[in-house]
Every structure is written in C-alpha cells, then in structure tokens.
C-alpha cells in the first residue's frame, strides 16, 4: 500500500515537472537557432566573391533569418504565455491550500467540540463565539496587533479571555484607539477586574464593554444587567475587591465610579487621562 | 403605533436563516413573503409593498444595498431593516446610506429583532451598540470641506444618546437616565439616523479602514 498525497501537493509537484521541460525547450531551441545562425554567417563569407558587393548575400541572409523567426517565433511566445499560467494556477492552488488548512485547523475542530458538549449549552455558546470572532477577523481582515500597542487590542484580548475563562459572551464596542502607556495598562487590568467581578457575581450571562477614546482622556463602561448590589451589603472581601479597581486607577491618576442599583444591574465607569 | 401588526417581508440566500428568523417574529408580525435573490426581491416587494423589509447585506447579485436602492426609487414608503453576520464598518455604513432605517447583527435575540422591527415600522432608527459606536467615531474625525453644522455635526444631546446606546442601553434605561421621554430618545435617533445618510462626509466609507492606523 502507498501513501496517498494530498490533492494540492500532488498538483503543485504536476506544474514544476511541466515547467521544467519547458525550460529545457526554450534551452534547446536557443541553441538550435544560435547554430544556424553561425552556420548562415559562415557560409556567408565562404561564398560571397568580394567584401565590395556583399548585397545579394545580406538579403539572403536577411531571407533566413526572417523565415527562421516565423518557425520559432510561434513556439517562443506561446511558451512564454504558457509559464505565466502555470505560475497564477499554482499560487491559486496555494491560497486555496490554505483556506483548507485553516479551516481544517479552526473551524472543524470547533464543530467537533460543539458536537461533543451538545448537552451544555453554555459551553457551546462560548465556543461558537469564539470561533466566530475568530472566522470573521481572518475573513473581513482585522490586522493583528500587538497587544502592546494598541488600547483596543489589548482590550480585545482581555474580553476574549475573560469570555473563554467564564463562559459569559461580553459585547465589546470600541470608538477611537491609541498606544498604550503605564496609566492605559492600569486601565485595561481595572477593566478586567471588572468583567471578571460581573462574570463572577452577577449572574449575568452577557456583559458589556464600551471603550472610547478621546483627544484628553479615554473611558471604559462595563456594564451587565444582572442582580446588582447595595454597597452597604457587600462584604468586606468583594468591597476589597472594588476598592483594589478604584485604587489602582486612583494610584495612575485616573478615577473609578461603581454605580449598582439591586435588581437592575452594575456599571463600572474607569476614566484615565491623556 | 397604528394597532396593526406590520406586515413584514424576509429577504436572506441562506434558507436556514429565512426559517429562523421566521420561527423569531413569531405572531408580533405578519410575515408576508420570502426571497433569497436580489431579483426576486426586488419584484416581490414591489408587488406585495411591506411595512418592513428585513434584509441580510451580503447577497450576490448586488446584496441588500442593491435591493433598497431599487425599491426605495419607486416606493420610498418601504422601510428596511438590515440584518447581518457581518459587522464590517464598511458594509453597515453603506448599506444605511443607501437608505436603511437600521443595522442589527443576527446574533440579537428574538425579542430583541421583534422590538427593532416594530420600532422601524413606526418610522424610528435602530442602532445596535456597535453601529452607534462607529458612528460616533466617524462624527468625530477631522472633516476638511464645507461644514454644514445640520449635517455633518452631532449635537451634544445626540452625542450623549449615542454613547449610552454604545454602551448597550435600551430606549428606556437611555430616557430615565437622561431624564427625558423615549418619544425624545427616539427623535434623537431618527436625527442622527438621517444625517448618517445624508452627511457629506465623504471619508465616512474610508475611515473605518483609518481607524485601525493606531
């Protein structure tokens, strides 16, 4: 039994045999028409009486060259034409190649896991959002950046993680964005705090997160519609936790307010300067 | 509200979604047709003339913008309601100059879809969270050329409706939050719905690929 290779790499292998016998074409009739050439000149000057009166003999030699240029001419060109296909089907085969693999690599195993944990709902929604999102940068284009250096980049980055850790979907909307520095990071971190608090206590299963940036300052607003609380209820563990988002902005120069009404849900409000 | 239920026409390529969506409106409206072609669309909703047409963007043979443009020229009374996978900058600004009333994305839920669909049928805008955001963005870039402060600027107010919309307000939560009725939330809206469409800002089509220059 032996091993069967994949479609586009049997193809590919297909085109370079076909491009190397036509290059070795192209070689042999140069070389044919190099000889003839030195053959007309000699014969040229073998049988030409004098130097004086070379006409008769440069038409003729013009005769074959001409005729020996419509012989090959067709050839030549043809064979030129005939690379430049090959070359555009094979990088076509190549891009669809990968297509396959990414495909192959992303979607179909998330399929596959959606088929095996069919019975948890949540699990399944998380997963289908996540591939998702991912599908439709790779599709629609959505530059990859580096956390470091875009706000709403690492913004991205931190919802996505806080959707995969606690199976709750965040609805990010991003207005403007910006490099990063010390007080942005402290931001972004507050921000997280945040998500993860609603994720963790409110019961919601969506949060949202809305970041705008402006000339002087950028604000980020999380907001979930779960069971909210009262802030002479919490106790003084989740109050720690608050005040650890309020300071951290307070320390970078920034400010944070918690608005919670019982019943009706939490907003984070985090303000940092420019 | 006229009391009766807005006839609605669905127009999606994938048959899977028609029937979703369907099964979604449920008995809110009275689903008058279906098609999952530009042509027939168009023909049909010339014939049958819906309130509300709910229309997926990417379609071939010209997608949903090609299907407003067509029967907005000649009964500019149907209004449409663009529902979408896509939420690429570039396809939900278009498709709202061609003249949609709203941008919904299908990930929205039921009661969701059935509040935004009889909100265009009452003649009112639809913003999702995100196109209220991407409009705010476009408002707020540079703008070299000819001002006009009725169409090219947003009002404080309109501004301030935007970013709570944005941050994932219903008209309600906005109306007590700013302390004003709905009814004025929803003029806010339709205003800012219009200079969307009519503004002539022409990077508004190229800034969404500026934006990702950080």
């Known amino acids: ?274 | 509200m006229t009391g009766a239920k807005p006839r609605v026409f669905l127009v999606d390529d994938h048959h899977l979604v028609l029937s979703g969506v369907r099964a979604e409106l449920g008995d809110s409206v009275e689903v008058i047709g279906e098609a999952s072609e530009v042509e027939a669309a168009i023909e049909m909703i010339g014939e049958r003339l819906p309130d509300v047409v709910l229309l997926d963007v990417h379609m071939p043979g010209g997608g949903g913008r090609a299907v407003i443009q067509a029967v907005c020229a000649k009964h500019p009374e149907v209004k449409f309601l663009a529902l979408s996978v896509s939420d690429a900058a570039e396809d939900v600004i278009g498709v709202i100059r061609a003249g949609a009333r709203g941008y919904v994305t299908k990930t929205i839920s039921g009661p969701e879809l059935v509040e935004a669909v009889l909100r265009v049928a009452d003649g009112d805008a639809v913003f999702s969270p995100r196109l209220a955001g991407f409009v705010l963005d476009a408002f707020a870039a540079d703008f070299r050329g000819p001002v006009d402060p009725e169409l090219d600027q947003l009002t404080v107010r309109e501004k301030e409706v935007l970013r709570h919309l944005a941050r994932g307000y219903s008209y309600k939560e906005i109306a007590r939050q700013l302390s004003i009725s709905i009814k004025t939330v929803e003029t806010h809206a339709s205003a800012v719905l219009r200079k969307l469409q009519l503004t002539n800002r022409h990077q508004l089509s190229r800034w969404a690929s500026d934006r990702r220059l950080v």
Not at chain 1, 13 to 31: H, S
Not at chain 1, 74 to 99: F, G, M, N, S, Y
Not at chain 1, 171 to 189: F, K, R, S, Y
Not at chain 1, 243 to 255: F, L, P, T
């Open chain 1, 1 to 274: 039994m032996h091993a069967v290779e994949s479609t586009p790499a049997r193809v590919v292998r297909d085109a370079d045999r076909r491009m190397l016998a036509g290059v070795a074409a192209a070689l042999a009739q140069v070389v044919l028409g190099v000889g003839l050439v030195v053959a007309g000149v000699a014969v040229f000057l073998v049988t030409t009486p004098s130097v004086a009166a070379p006409t008769t003999g440069i038409l003729a030699t013009a005769a074959i060259a001409v005729g020996l240029v419509m012989i090959f001419g067709p050839w030549w060109w043809r064979l030129t034409h005939d690379l430049a296909i090959e070359r555009q089907e094979r990088i076509r085969t190549q891009e669809k190649a990968e297509v396959a693999a990414h495909i192959h690599d992303s979607v179909l195993q998330t399929l596959a896991l959606i088929q095996r944990n069919s019975t948890d709902a949540r699990k399944v929604s998380t997963l289908a959002r996540s591939q998702e999102r991912e599908l439709r940068a790779w599709l629609f284009g959505t530059p990859e950046l580096e956390a470091g250096e875009s706000l709403a980049a690492a913004l991205e980055r931190v919802t996505n993680e806080i959707e995969y850790l606690y199976d709750v979907a965040v609805e990010t909307v991003e207005v403007g964005d910006c490099p990063v520095n010390d007080g942005l990071i402290a931001l972004v971190q507050s921000t997280r705090e945040a998500l993860a608090n609603a994720a963790r206590h409110s019961g919601a299963t969506s949060v949202s997160a809305y970041l705008e940036v402006e000339p002087d300052q950028v604000t980020v607003f999380v907001r979930d519609r779960g069971s909210g609380f009262h802030p002479d209820d919490v106790p003084p563990l989740r109050r720690g936790i608050a005040d650890s988002i309020v300071g951290r902005m307070d320390r970078h120069g920034g400010k944070a307010v918690i608005r919670s009404e019982l019943g009706e849900g939490t907003e984070v409000e985090l303000v940092m300067p420019r």
